[in-house]
C-alpha cells in the first residue's frame, strides 16, 4: 500500500480539511485529493464524507486511519534504524519545537552542547507559544516539544523534563520588592502578561483560579508576545509580570528586576516534553533526550 496515500489521508483526517492537509504536507490541494480518491479506489470504500462543511471520516475511514497510523510509525522505525546504522555514530537532522519560556532559558543552551558533541547532527529548533507547538507535535510537523504547561490532546503524549518557578517580577524599588502582597494589593497595580497561550501565563491563571480569581479581577494593562518582552517593559519601570524564575537569575543578580510574591500563589511549572502518540521516537531525539536530562540533572 502507497504510504504517501496514507499519509494524505492521516492529513485530512487531522485536519478536517483537503487545503489544510496540502498546506501542511507542503504539496497543492488537487495532490491531495488525487492520492485520497486513488486510496478509496484501491479499497473500494467511501473513506471521507465530504459534505458536511467540514470533512469527516466515515465508519470505514476510522479504521483505516487507526491501521495507517501503525503503518506509518513502522516507516518512521524503518528510516530511524537505517539512519542510526552508520558506524553507531548519532547523525540526521533534530527538528523540534519550544515554547518562549523554555526556549529563553535551558534549551538553547543543552542543544548548542549537544550538537558540539554529535557533529552529524543538525538542529532545527522553532519558538511559538506552547499550543502551537503542541499542534504541531500532533501534525508530526515536529518530533518533539518542549512546553511550559501540559495541555490536554488526545495526539500527544507528554513527558516530565525539568521544574519551574514562576515569579512576580518588579521594577528595582518597587514596594512590592521582597514583600510577600496580597491580591488585592495586586489589583491596584499595572500588570504585564504573556498572550494568550503561553505557558506561564496559563499556570498563573491555573494558580488564580484555585484562590476563586480570574486574570480579569487584575488590572491587566499589556499582553506582550515574549516573556523578554514582558522583562523589558517590567524593568522600565512600566508594571509588574509573571516570569520564569530561570529567565530572570541574571536580572535579580544585577538587581535590574526585583522579585516579589503573592500571598497564596505558589507557581511552580513543570516543563513537559511532548511526542505525537503512536510515533517511534528517532535514534537521535532519544540520544538529546537523554543527554539533557543528564545535563540538568548535574
Not at 495507517?68 to 542510526?84: G, K, P, W
Request: proline share 2%.
Amino acid at each position: 500500500m502507497d504510504t504517501r496515500q496514507l499519509a494524505a489521508f492521516c492529513a485530512v483526517v487531522e485536519r478536517r480539511s483537503f487545503s489544510q492537509a496540502a498546506e501542511r504536507l507542503g504539496v497543492t490541494q488537487p495532490a491531495v485529493s488525487l492520492q485520497v480518491r486513488a486510496l478509496e479506489k484501491r479499497l473500494g470504500t467511501q473513506l471521507l464524507d465530504r459534505s458536511g462543511r467540514r470533512v469527516e471520516p466515515t465508519d470505514a475511514g476510522w479504521r483505516v486511519y487507526r491501521g495507517a497510523q501503525r503503518m506509518l510509525t513502522l516507516e518512521d522505525q524503518i528510516v530511524s534504524n537505517v539512519a542510526a546504522s552508520s558506524e553507531g555514530e548519532v547523525g540526521g537532522d533534530l527538528v523540534l519545537g519550544a515554547s518562549t519560556g523554555p526556549a529563553a532559558i535551558a534549551v538553547p543552551l543543552l542543544l548548542c552542547e549537544f550538537q558540539q558533541e554529535h557533529s552529524g547532527v543538525r538542529v532545527f529548533l522553532t519558538v511559538s507559544d506552547t499550543h502551537s507547538v503542541v499542534e504541531r507535535v500532533a501534525a508530526r510537523e515536529l518530533e518533539l516539544g518542549i512546553v511550559g504547561a501540559a495541555r490536554r490532546h488526545r495526539g500527544v503524549r507528554f513527558e516530565p523534563f525539568f521544574s519551574d518557578e514562576v515569579i512576580l517580577a518588579c521594577p528595582p524599588g518597587h514596594g512590592f520588592t521582597g514583600r510577600t502582597v496580597t491580591l488585592e494589593e495586586l489589583r491596584e497595580e499595572a500588570l504585564i502578561l504573556m498572550q494568550e497561550g503561553a505557558g506561564v501565563r496559563q499556570i498563573v491563571e491555573d494558580g488564580l483560579r484555585r484562590l476563586g480569581r480570574r486574570l480579569r479581577d487584575l488590572d491587566v494593562r499589556l499582553e506582550l508576545g515574549l516573556q523578554e518582552s514582558v522583562r523589558t517593559a517590567v524593568a522600565a519601570g512600566y508594571g509588574v509580570g509573571f516570569i520564569s524564575r530561570t529567565a530572570i537569575e541574571s536580572d535579580l543578580a544585577a538587581g535590574t528586576l526585583a522579585e516579589g510574591r503573592v500571598d497564596g500563589l505558589e507557581v511552580t511549572r513543570e516543563i513537559s516534553l511532548a511526542f505525537a502518540a503512536g510515533r517511534a521516537r528517532s535514534r537521535v531525539a532519544s540520544e538529546f533526550v537523554d543527554f539533557a536530562r543528564e545535563r540538568l540533572a548535574a
